[in-house]
């Protein structure tokens, strides 16, 4: 079992940033694959980014890639998301999830293949 808990949505001005943080905990393992995925309003829930618990490489959705910063932290359990020069378009709840011991991350995929889900944490942005 994996435990996840966001922090760290609020409502921003378009252009500014802010800091998500996912708290894990349980039973994890380096080859987990944790991500963040939002809900915008009206639209189903979608990746943002993902990455191994182990870090290494990234994988970003095109609208964040130089805006958003993924960072696991394994010795703190702790997955940042930076998000910076925010966007009207990155409102959302946003989702921190785990997909456990696989070989498949760093690489788009839909909500259902990832198993843990936190509870969420609000982002809007306006303009």
């Known amino acids: 079992q994996v435990q996840l808990m966001e922090s760290g949505g609020d409502s921003v001005q378009a252009g500014g940033s802010l800091r998500l943080t996912c708290q894990v905990s349980?039973?994890?393992?380096?080859?987990?694959?944790l991500g963040w995925f939002r809900q915008a309003p009206g639209k189903e829930r979608a990746l943002v980014a993902n990455?191994?618990?182990?870090?290494?490489?990234?994988y970003y959705i095109e609208s964040v890639k130089g805006r958003f910063d993924l960072a696991p932290d394994n010795t703190r359990g702790t997955l940042t998301l930076q998000m910076n020069n925010l966007k009207p378009e990155d409102t959302g709840i946003y989702y921190c999830?785990?997909?456990?011991?696989?070989?498949?991350?760093?690489?788009?995929?839909?909500?259902?293949?990832?198993?843990?889900w936190g509870q969420g944490t609000q982002v809007i942005v306006s303009s």
């Open positions: 999830a785990a997909r456990p011991r696989t070989s498949k991350c760093v690489e788009a995929a839909g909500s259902e293949a990832f198993q843990y």
């Open positions: 349980g039973y994890t393992h380096n080859n987990d694959c």
């Open positions: 990455v191994y618990w182990n870090g290494g490489a990234r």
